[in-house]
């Protein structure tokens, strides 16, 4: 077996054991019954360096466009120093 084929074995059985850990973790928190929580959410769809937030209440919102711009500082400063580590 050579490397690449572990390494793509790997990348697979991880991707595989994170859905598992998300459908378990979902799972979990329906087993639970608690019905006094306030359900809050929200989400941003990041196209280029523009972030297209939404959310329900106006911290998730303030919240979720924090993240998105801390994202978006990393993404940037990932592909400089991969610029400046290639050339």
Do not use: C, H, Q, W
Not at 32 to 59: M, Q
């Amino acid at each position: 077996m050579t490397a690449a084929e572990i390494l793509s074995f790997a990348g697979i059985a991880l991707i595989f054991i994170g859905v598992l850990i998300v459908a378990l973790a979902a799972l979990l928190r329906a087993s639970r019954s608690d019905t006094k929580g306030k359900v809050r959410g929200g989400g941003a769809i990041i196209i280029g360096p523009v972030p297209i937030v939404f959310g329900t209440d106006k911290k998730t919102v303030k919240t979720v466009l924090v993240l998105s711009i801390v994202l978006m500082a990393l993404v940037l400063a990932v592909t400089i120093v991969n610029y400046l580590l290639a050339r």
